[in-house]
């Protein structure tokens, strides 16, 4: 069956910076988009940023030139690069995955079938 895991959040100081991963397993990791997103408590759930099969990829305007997304098809696993962090970037980030990739639609929580159980960042 799919899984996602996310690692690599922790406490960092705002300006610094992290790099999320996202190990997919159960499935031919190339055939999937994966998407990244976060939830702030109390927030609806964002996507950040998603890279589409043929390495594509879509940023938020709020993440744009601050987060790198990219996909590394031998290890079966994406990464979100997050550079600059603000207080604001705190969130559970999540990770997920389908294979099902409409145009335009990849930073949208619905079009996601598989997702991760999180990671918390922190910026303080």
């Known amino acids: 069956h799919v899984q996602l895991v996310e690692s690599g959040g922790g406490s960092v100081q705002v300006g610094g910076s992290l790099t999320l991963s996202c190990t997919a397993s159960g499935y031919t990791y190339s055939d999937y988009c994966i998407g990244w997103f976060r939830q702030a408590p109390g927030k609806a759930r964002e996507g950040v940023a998603a890279i589409y099969t043929d390495g594509r990829t879509e940023y938020a305007t709020s993440v744009k030139d601050q987060f790198t997304i990219s996909g590394d098809n031998a290890k079966n696993t994406a990464h979100l690069q997050m550079n600059n962090l603000k207080p604001e970037d705190t969130a559970m980030y999540y990770c997920?995955?389908?294979?099902?990739?409409?145009?335009?639609?990849?930073?949208?929580?619905?079009?996601?079938?598989?997702w991760g159980q999180g990671t918390q960042v922190t910026v303080s």
């Open positions: 997920a995955a389908d294979l099902v990739c409409a145009n335009g639609l990849v930073l949208l929580a619905k079009e996601y079938t598989f």
